[in-house]
Structure formats: structure tokens, C-alpha cells
């Protein structure tokens, strides 16, 4: 998709029950393409709270969220990746900006 498309989903996102997409966008917005388990990684330093309770991030709905409602993912042979055309660095930092702003 285009960034604009891409942003505007970010931006009109609900993000009211838990960060995970957030925290999923962002990751793959810093680190281009990544593996499930480096991703899981991210979303257990900003959980604490749920790794003391031993919640399981592998089989959590943003992964299906993301993917197959959404589509601002995409999974291959060799991890997840944004579903948006190259981003130029004005426009990561613009993705990278309001995540930051609802995570912290």
C-alpha cells in the first residue's frame, strides 16, 4: 500500500485495549524485516506486566490482526515486514513519532 494509505491506518488505528499493534508497527518500522521471535522481543519489554504472567505473544491475535484484517503486515518464508511501499526516512520517523507518542 502507499504511505499515505499506510499512515492514516496507523494514525485512525484503535489502540485502546492493549499496544501490541504499536508495538508491531514500530518494530517493523525501526527494524525492517523481522522474525516473529524478534518481534516477540519488543512486545515483552514494553508487556512486563504480561511476561510475569506468562502470556503467550505467539499465538496472540495481532498477528492475524495485522495480516489478515488489517493487512499492515506481511509474513514470509523469512519473517514479518511492512505492508508499504518503501518508507524514505522522513516518513519512518513520521510512523515512528506517533507510536511513540501513544506507547510512552
Known sequence: MNFKT???RVVNGRYNQANFQLVVL???????QSTKEEIIKSLEVKNQDLVKQNYDFRSCPVWRVLTQHKRMITQSKKGYLLNVEPMTPSQKTQVLTFCKSILN
Do not use: A, E, S
Open 6 to 8: 499506510f499512515l492514516k
Open 26 to 32: 514500530c518494530h517493523l518500522t525501526k527494524q525492517g
